[in-house]
């Protein structure tokens, strides 16, 4: 057990990184703002673990998070004057490069932090040996002990590699409260914690749904996360910063990028089912109540691949006979490409509408996405034909895109190991090296059965208005599924949204989804149903196989299709 704060019973954590390529100025914030004990970053995704091994290819000596550097860079000497721990996972592919790095910028600062990685991630050595093929990347989702064997060694920087988001939460807290790795109830609600602060002003307004009741939106602060002894939180964030903390914008995030009722780690299953949240106080929202059960046996591992050449080209068709212009398009480009690529994808936006009053409400946009193993046949040899048709083509032919090569796409797969087979790894401020075994415990992820749902809400007059009206959603991506998390805000809502919103009612709403494989989960607690809609995105993020390849305006979409909403459950 160390003590990282002065509040034996309370940690204070904040977030400064949701992304590689966050706000930059956040670190600096995030230390003047007010009180902070520890302040951690979330720098890598599964888009940024391909963007890292493709800069690994380039120099071996990178495959971090550069804008990590920058930060410390104006900030490392005010951290450390103010006593406040950093835990990172921009190590990315590279955590011994970037602790470095760091201790390069710390010498020409003329400081002397104390500095940690965390190894043992990177499976690529070991892949075909682990029956995880021929990646890019390879990395295995560490937890968060060895953050707090780290920390407990006195480290004032810890950086990390692959670990769970949440786990640059989590270790910070196993070491000041001194928890053990089967306290699963507390480790559960410092996941949940984590969850919520990973994506920084996610949780305090950014990408919320009711945005037009936040009264200061311009420049969100970033959220923090005070993580008391048995594993409750309060979330909130510092003074006279933007955005806002509500059960809402809180909840917001919890639904983000989640799967069933379980939420599986490598150190603790947290069960969603179980919080509860509660304002306390203005910007301040309690998580309680989260329980926890042994994690599963195997480690979830991210495997980037290169898939080949990807190209596109968009044409605006505007006016009128819009489906026949498109239709010659499509068959000119076709018959005139000297060879076929792998993949030829068209994809007709109607962004146009009769009787237009600008050229632009005028027109609609067609796609051409092409994808082949060999950057020839997606390069000039398409696009430039794509060119050629300017004058031969449509009345009104234009282009939004000019004549390029291919570029590389990235797909992306979850495979997964026996926990066992990870060397997860301390390396101590001293250099001495600390093995962290796996789990003692571990459990099966079961599904959870549906629970026990309230009675319908009595048959009265409705109105056919957007389920926006009432609901809010979120959505994201989890390789090539995503998810949409809806929920509303009073019992009377529940009981209706429960009933009115399955799985066969969303492939109506959402017709993308009607021919894939959807799941729902229910969780009364909050009020909320969570879908998986499998395969939407393809191969994944990298992969674009949508104009929206992260899933991000799926719920947006869904709240604005309409419904026969009760008019006593509308505003």
Same mark, same amino acid.
């Given at each position: 057990?160390?003590?990282?704060?002065?509040?034996?019973?309370?940690?204070?954590?904040?977030?400064?990184?949701?992304?590689?390529?966050?706000?930059?100025?956040?670190?600096?914030?995030?230390?003047?703002?007010?009180?902070?004990?520890? %302040?951690?970053?979330?720098?890598? +995704?599964?888009?940024?673990? %391909?963007?890292?091994?493709?800069?690994?290819?380039?120099?071996?000596?990178?495959?971090?998070?550069?804008?990590?550097?920058?930060?410390?860079?104006?900030?490392?000497?005010?951290?450390?004057?103010?006593?406040?721990?950093? &835990?990172?996972?921009?190590?990315? %592919?590279?955590?011994?490069?970037?602790?470095?790095?760091? +201790?390069?910028?710390?010498?020409?600062?003329?400081?002397?932090?104390?500095?940690?990685?965390?190894?043992?991630?990177?499976?690529?050595?070991?892949?075909?040996?682990?029956?995880?093929?021929?990646?890019?990347? +390879?990395? +295995?989702?560490?937890?968060?002990?060895?953050?707090?064997?780290?920390?407990?060694?006195?480290?004032?920087?810890?950086?990390?590699?692959?670990?769970?988001?949440?786990?640059?939460?989590?270790? =910070?807290?196993?070491?000041?409260?001194?928890?053990?790795?089967?306290?699963?109830?507390?480790?559960?609600?410092?996941?949940?914690?984590?969850?919520?602060?990973?994506?920084?002003?996610?949780?305090?307004?950014?990408?919320?749904?009711?945005?037009? $009741?936040?009264?200061?939106?311009?420049?969100?602060?970033?959220?923090?996360?005070? &993580?008391?002894?048995?594993?409750?939180?309060?979330?909130?964030?510092?003074?006279?910063?933007?955005?806002?903390?509500?059960?809402?914008?809180?909840?917001?995030?919890?639904?983000? $990028?989640?799967?069933?009722?379980?939420?599986?780690?490598?150190? &603790?299953?947290?069960?969603?089912?179980?919080?509860?949240?509660?304002?306390?106080?203005?910007?301040?929202?309690?998580?309680?109540?989260?329980?926890?059960?042994?994690?599963?046996?195997?480690?979830?591992?991210?495997?980037?691949?290169?898939?080949?050449?990807?190209?596109?080209?968009?044409?605006?068709?505007?006016?009128?006979?819009?489906?026949?212009?498109?239709?010659?398009?499509?068959?000119?480009?076709?018959?005139?490409? =000297?060879?076929? =690529?792998?993949?030829?994808?068209?994809?007709?936006?109607?962004?146009?509408?009769?009787?237009?009053?600008?050229?632009?409400?005028?027109?609609?946009?067609?796609?051409?996405?092409?994808?082949?193993?060999?950057?020839?046949?997606?390069?000039?040899?398409?696009?430039?034909?794509?060119?050629?048709?300017?004058?031969?083509?449509?009345?009104?032919?234009?282009?939004?895109?000019?004549?390029?090569?291919?570029?590389?796409?990235?797909?992306?797969?979850?495979?997964?190991?026996?926990?066992?087979?990870?060397?997860?790894?301390?390396?101590?401020?001293?250099?001495?090296?600390?093995?962290?075994?796996?789990?003692?415990?571990?459990?099966?992820?079961?599904?959870?059965?549906?629970?026990?749902?309230?009675?319908?809400?009595?048959?009265?007059?409705?109105?056919?208005?957007?389920?926006?009206?009432?609901? %809010?959603?979120?959505?994201?991506?989890?390789?090539?599924?995503?998810?949409?998390?809806?929920?509303?805000?009073?019992?009377?809502?529940?009981?209706?949204?429960?009933?009115?919103?399955?799985?066969?009612?969303?492939?109506?709403?959402?017709? $993308?989804?009607?021919?894939?494989?959807?799941?729902?989960?229910?969780?009364?607690?909050?009020?909320?149903?969570?879908?998986?809609?499998?395969?939407?995105?393809?191969?994944?993020?990298?992969?674009?196989?949508?104009?929206? =390849?992260?899933?991000?305006?799926?719920?947006?979409?869904?709240?604005?299709?309409?419904?026969?909403?009760?008019?006593?459950?509308?505003?």
């Amino acid at each position: 057990m160390t003590s990282l704060g002065a509040d034996p019973e309370v940690l204070q954590v904040g977030n400064c990184s949701g992304f590689y390529g966050d706000r930059l100025s956040a670190m600096r914030e995030m230390l003047e703002g007010g009180q902070l004990d520890v %302040l951690t970053g979330d720098y890598l +995704a599964e888009l940024t673990m %391909l963007i890292l091994g493709r800069d690994r290819m380039k120099d071996p000596a990178l495959g971090y998070a550069k804008t990590f550097v920058r930060q410390l860079e104006d900030c490392l000497g005010l951290a450390l004057d103010r006593g406040v721990r950093i &835990v990172a996972n921009a190590g990315g %592919l590279n955590p011994a490069g970037l602790a470095q790095r760091v +201790a390069e910028v710390a010498d020409k600062l003329g400081v002397t932090p104390k500095i940690a990685y965390v190894e043992g991630d990177d499976l690529l050595p070991r892949a075909q040996e682990l029956g995880l093929g021929a990646p890019l990347t +390879a990395n +295995a989702y560490l937890g968060a002990w060895g953050i707090a064997e780290a920390l407990n060694a006195g480290a004032d920087i810890v950086v990390t590699g692959r670990v769970t988001d949440a786990s640059v939460v989590v270790g =910070p807290a196993a070491a000041h409260f001194g928890w053990a790795r089967d306290d699963f109830d507390a480790l559960a609600g410092a996941v949940v914690a984590g969850h919520v602060i990973e994506c920084g002003t996610q949780a305090t307004g950014g990408n919320f749904a009711f945005f037009t $009741e936040i009264e200061n939106l311009d420049r969100p602060g970033f959220p923090i996360a005070e &993580v008391r002894r048995d594993g409750s939180s309060v979330i909130t964030k510092h003074a006279n910063t933007g955005g806002a903390v509500t059960v809402d914008t809180v909840e917001a995030q919890l639904m983000y $990028e989640i799967q069933s009722a379980r939420y599986a780690g490598p150190d &603790v299953t947290a069960r969603l089912d179980s919080i509860r949240l509660a304002a306390d106080g203005a910007d301040r929202v309690l998580i309680s109540g989260v329980t926890g059960e042994a994690p599963p046996p195997r480690l979830k591992v991210s495997l980037n691949t290169l898939g080949g050449f990807r190209n596109e080209m968009t044409f605006v068709l505007t006016g009128l006979d819009i489906e026949a212009k498109a239709a010659l398009a499509q068959r000119q480009l076709e018959s005139w490409l =000297p060879v076929r =690529p792998a993949e030829l994808d068209w994809s007709l936006s109607r962004l146009d509408r009769p009787d237009a009053e600008t050229e632009e409400q005028a027109s609609a946009l067609l796609r051409c996405v092409v994808r082949d193993p060999d950057p020839n046949k997606v390069g000039r040899a398409f696009s430039s034909v794509a060119v050629e048709l300017a004058l031969a083509s449509y009345p009104g032919f234009t282009m939004t895109t000019p004549p390029g090569n291919g570029a590389p796409y990235g797909v992306y797969t979850a495979g997964y190991v026996d926990a066992a087979e990870v060397a997860h790894t301390a390396v101590l401020p001293d250099g001495s090296r600390v093995a962290i075994a796996p789990p003692a415990q571990s459990r099966e992820l079961d599904e959870v059965a549906e629970p026990e749902l309230p009675q319908p809400l009595p048959a009265g007059e409705t109105r056919r208005v957007p389920l926006g009206s009432i609901a %809010l959603a979120r959505s994201g991506d989890k390789g090539g599924n995503a998810n949409i998390g809806v929920w509303v805000r009073t019992d009377d809502q529940w009981r209706w949204l429960v009933h009115t919103l399955t799985v066969d009612t969303l492939r109506a709403l959402l017709p $993308e989804t009607a021919k894939l494989t959807v799941t729902r989960h229910v969780l009364p607690n909050l009020r909320a149903v969570n879908f998986i809609v499998e395969d939407l995105l393809g191969l994944g993020v990298a992969y674009q196989a949508r104009f929206d =390849p992260q899933a991000k305006g799926l719920g947006e979409w869904l709240r604005s299709r309409h419904l026969d909403i009760p008019v006593e459950l509308l505003p």
